[in-house]
Structure formats: structure tokens, C-alpha cells
């Protein structure tokens, strides 16, 4: 079942730069999606959402996208900092109170 | 800032035994869930709860497990059998999902790491 995929399990980027981390789904029927951010050993810590009638939220230095006809979502950090190394999730669900489906993860390592 | 917490942080059990997880969710919240994460593997959905009852349950949450809300506060999941495929880190989340902008957003706590030997 790979319906949330990551396909990058790794990126680095300097300090300063931006992190450009990216998503694809497959079911057409999710129309919900988050990023989360965890460290090892502790949960996933909600970051930023987006519902499928946006293409664009911004918050701080988050800014996620939606493009829908090719069902890929990206999560952008700038100016990335040395705090916001952790592995990031992309998850989905398809209606109210449904559940995640998450990806694999992208461990993001910024350098500095 | 309302958190979800979960006790213990660390289980250890020996393989037939019943664990019993704990998590309080934020107290405005309506939705309770339950998922873990294998090591080395993503997170996996295993049971919805809403309104003193199952929403929703995947494959995984066999009749080896039951969730219930004892009290007002508290969310458990009991595992009746453990088996050594259960380790895994459990996460408990709430959601308020009241229909409005964000409120589908699920929250999650720390996790309790289930060690079966």
C-alpha cells in the first residue's frame, strides 16, 4: 500500500538555504494533507496543512503546495535552520476524522 | 499549549501477555486514534474512535485488541496477546474535527515504545 509516497528518504541543505521536500499520492479521494516533523523517539509534531480546494498555505517559514492534477505536494522551509533537521511526513486522509495515511518520511539534515 | 500525553513511555512485556497503553488527549477534542510505527517502517493507522465508539479500524486492529475511554479523559489501548511482531512505537492523537478551517488537524504524543521478549 504506497497510496502517500516520499521518494527522497534523505536531503541536506545548508543553513540559511531552502529545503524543498516532496510528496506524491495516488487516491484521488484524499483531500486533506499535513506535514509533520519528528525527532527520534517522540511523536509527530503537526507543521503545516492544506485542504485540496487550496494550492498554497503559508505559515512563518513553511510554505506547503498542492498541485492536484499531478497529485504531488511539496513542503517548503526558508531560510532553513540547523532545528529543523528531524524526518518529515507527508500524510493524507480522505474525509473528516479519517485516517492518516503517512509516507515513509524524508530525513532532512541541515548543515551549517 | 494542550498537548496529547501517553503513559508509559517505555513497555516491557513478555510474548502472551496484556498490555494496556494510556493517553490523555487534548480535552476539547472529539476524535481519538491509535497508530504505531515499526522501527525502520512508516506510521500505520490502526483505529479510530469517536462518540464511545469505533469509527474506523484497519486489518492490523484484530480482535487481539480493544480502545476504550474508561473516564472523560482517558484513551487506552489494550493489546490481550502480545505477540513479539507487536513491538513497535504507539502513538496516540486527537482531533477536534468540529467542521471547521483546521480542526481535522490530528495531534499526536510522544508515543509508548511496546517491547515484547
Known amino acids: 500500500d504506497q497510496q502517500v509516497k516520499q521518494n527522497s528518504p534523505s536531503l541536506s541543505v545548508q543553513e540559511g538555504r531552502i529545503s524543498i521536500l516532496n510528496c506524491d499520492y495516488t487516491?484521488?479521494?484524499?483531500?486533506?494533507f499535513l506535514w509533520y516533523k519528528k525527532y527520534p523517539a517522540e511523536g509527530p509534531t503537526f507543521l503545516i496543512s492544506i485542504s485540496s480546494i487550496k494550492d498554497k498555505n503559508e505559515d512563518g517559514r513553511f510554505t506547503v503546495f498542492l498541485n492536484k492534477s499531478a497529485k504531488h505536494l511539496s513542503l517548503h522551509i526558508v531560510p532553513s535552520q540547523p532545528g529543523d533537521s528531524a524526518v518529515y511526513f507527508c500524510a493524507a486522509n480522505t474525509g473528516t476524522a479519517s485516517k492518516l495515511t503517512f509516507g515513509t518520511g524524508t530525513r532532512l539534515q541541515v548543515t551549517l | 499549549e494542550p498537548e496529547v500525553t501517553q503513559t508509559p513511555s517505555h513497555q516491557v512485556t513478555q510474548m502472551g501477555q496484556e498490555v494496556i497503553l494510556r493517553c490523555v488527549p487534548i480535552s476539547n477534542h472529539l476524535y481519538f486514534y491509535w497508530y504505531r510505527q515499526i522501527l525502520g517502517q512508516k506510521v500505520e493507522f490502526l483505529v479510530s474512535?469517536?462518540?464511545?465508539?469505533?469509527?474506523?479500524k484497519s486489518e492490523i486492529f484484530d480482535d487481539q485488541f480493544s480502545v476504550e475511554r474508561p473516564d472523560g479523559s482517558n484513551f487506552t489501548l489494550k493489546i490481550r496477546s502480545t505477540k513479539l511482531e507487536d513491538s513497535a512505537m504507539y502513538f496516540c492523537?486527537?482531533?477536534?474535527?468540529?467542521?471547521?478551517?483546521?480542526?481535522?488537524?490530528?495531534?499526536f504524543g510522544p508515543g509508548t515504545r511496546l517491547t515484547v521478549l
Open positions: 474512535f469517536y462518540n464511545n465508539e469505533i469509527s474506523e
Open positions: 487516491n484521488s479521494m484524499f483531500d486533506y
Open positions: 492523537a486527537s482531533s477536534i474535527t468540529s467542521g471547521g478551517h483546521g480542526t481535522d488537524t490530528q495531534y
